[in-house]
């Protein structure tokens, strides 16, 4: 385990007037390089520890969260948990107070694993078409049955009128009215397994037309899914989706009404798994915006390990490090609990580092629904997570121009020579693809602060998002990693010290949000 960023470090054996200086001499710097976008209001960073990080300490941190012997902390999995582990002991080490209901820094989070069936056949008219070739099974228990089939339509309620579907296999085709592609598709199939399964079926098949190529969606959807296991199982019949590329089975099926399908799956299995979300928080120092809190959060889970989890895997390196994503976000949450528990600002801080998120932002939603701080007294959240840097002279902040701490951003990436980036890649919809929009739906202003790009295909990125190659080597650019680390601290700092507390600009779509949660804006 590295030191902690405070612990006297044997190699910085020289006298205080001498460390003195060379303090003076960085900040003067660092200070030389702020744009002075703010006369009168920038304080110098002086003494505060976020001017003393050491980069040493900051590498070895995030060399860590990224080793291959993490697995690339797939959630649910040994790595992640020592991937959390060594949060919670960091936060432990900077005198963080645990939050009641997550003793020992961590709040459990319910997992459940549902793995598809190895096998499956359904035989029809004299053909017999298996899982991963034209069939897919998208969820249910076990079956091995002959039966009837029913052609109802788009299976959807209004399609049941006039059929009797009872101990029988309905077909219907995927998608809407209108609309057959994969999205539309996937968002109805909860519903048309109700109506089967309220009309008695035996199974549900669906007949796929869709644009998405047909390989694509079977690698995709075949794969081993988390969710959180909370609700209990909606209704669950076989449900199984057929590649239909010409319309051939929809046509036979139509006109055959009645006629025998033969259908056998192993089913899903459904495993139960527990992973956690690790947070502790600092009491403010003034005597009434102690109650208000400044949120800091990052996931530190990824994708794993296994050539099936993303693109770029290869037998030489199948590892998704995710260094950039997010033991960079990570290292930043870690400092800033250390620099904002040594000197803490007006407003307290709550440091939280969430599992599941690259499975569909699970942990942080699991958070909000079952908070353990009163979420109104939650001011702001600001969120770090990345895909990778093509920039180093900046930081990107999703959603800068949404929130009025937009100056407060600035200053604080300013006061270490960074500038800031607004959204480059609206399109991508960054905003509400991190773990900060559980945090903005409820009302919170909260923006993600991002390692500097400008375009999503910018080689700093593309080359490393979501791929074995976004590793803690050679390429990796750890002094960035320190300013970046002191950007985002710091910037903490200013927004939790701001005499106003900063709401959302107004006229966003998270406004009436705030209002709910707030009574006020
Ligand atoms: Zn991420």
Wanted: hydrophobic fraction near 40%; include cysteine.
């Amino acid at each position: 385990m590295p030191p902690s960023p405070f612990a006297p470090t044997p190699r910085v054996a020289v006298p205080m007037a001498a460390l003195t200086a060379v303090l003076t001499a960085v900040l003067s710097a660092a200070c030389s390089t702020t744009p002075a976008l703010h006369p009168g209001s920038s304080h110098p960073p002086g003494p505060l520890p976020e001017a003393r990080f050491d980069a040493r300490t900051l590498e070895a941190q995030l060399r860590f969260q990224a080793a291959d012997e993490l697995m690339g902390r797939l959630t649910g999995e040994p790595g992640a948990d020592v991937a959390a582990r060594f949060i919670a002991e960091h936060f432990r080490a900077a005198g963080l107070r645990p939050v009641p209901g997550a003793e020992d820094y961590a709040q459990p989070v319910p997992f459940l694993r549902t793995v598809p069936p190895a096998e499956a056949h359904l035989a029809l008219f004299d053909q017999t078409l298996r899982q991963g070739d034209e069939l897919l099974v998208l969820d249910g228990p076990p079956i091995d049955a002959e039966a009837e089939a029913v052609y109802a339509g788009h299976g959807l309620p209004d399609d049941y009128d006039g059929l009797d579907v009872a101990g029988k296999i309905v077909v219907v085709r995927a998608g809407r009215p209108g609309d057959g592609n994969v999205q539309a598709a996937l968002r109805a199939a909860a519903e048309k397994r109700a109506a089967a399964a309220e009309h008695g079926a035996l199974a549900l098949v669906e007949l796929y037309r869709g644009a998405l190529p047909w390989p694509t969606l079977v690698s995709y959807l075949s794969r081993p899914r988390l969710a959180l296991d909370e609700a209990p199982p909606a209704a669950s019949l076989p449900h199984l989706w057929l590649h239909d590329s010409d319309g051939t089975y929809a046509d036979r099926l139509q006109h055959g009404q009645g006629m025998p399908l033969a259908l056998r799956s192993g089913g899903f299995r459904r495993i139960r798994v527990t992973s956690r979300n690790v947070l502790g928080w600092i009491e403010g120092r003034h005597p009434e915006r102690r109650h208000e809190f400044v949120v800091l959060t990052a996931h530190y889970d990824h994708l794993g390990a296994g050539r099936a989890n993303g693109p770029g895997a290869t037998p030489a390196d199948s590892i998704f490090n995710g260094a950039r994503d997010n033991a960079m976000g990570v290292v930043a949450v870690l400092n800033a609990a250390y620099a904002l528990a040594a000197v803490p600002p007006d407003r307290s801080v709550l440091l939280m580092a969430f599992t599941g998120e690259e499975s569909g932002l699970l942990g942080s939603r699991y958070y909000t629904e079952h908070p353990l701080l009163p979420l109104d007294q939650m001011v702001y959240a600001l969120n770090v997570d990345g895909a990778g840097y093509s920039d180093t002279s900046a930081v990107t902040l999703i959603g800068l121009g949404r929130t009025t701490a937009d100056p407060l951003i600035r200053q604080g990436a300013a006061t270490f020579g960074l500038d800031v980036i607004p959204d480059p890649a609206p399109e991508q919809n960054l905003f509400d693809r991190s773990d900060n929009v559980h945090f903005a739906a409820r009302g919170i202003p909260a923006p993600t602060f991002s390692p500097g790009f400008r375009a999503f295909s910018d080689p700093g990125v593309a080359h490393y998002y979501h791929r074995p190659t976004d590793e803690a080597n050679d390429d990796f650019d750890f002094a960035y990693l320190l300013r970046f680390t002191q950007a985002y601290t710091h910037t903490a700092r200013l927004i939790a010290n701001a005499a106003e507390r900063p709401t959302w600009t107004p006229g966003d779509p998270y406004e009436a949000a705030a209002r709910a949660l707030y009574g006020t804006q």
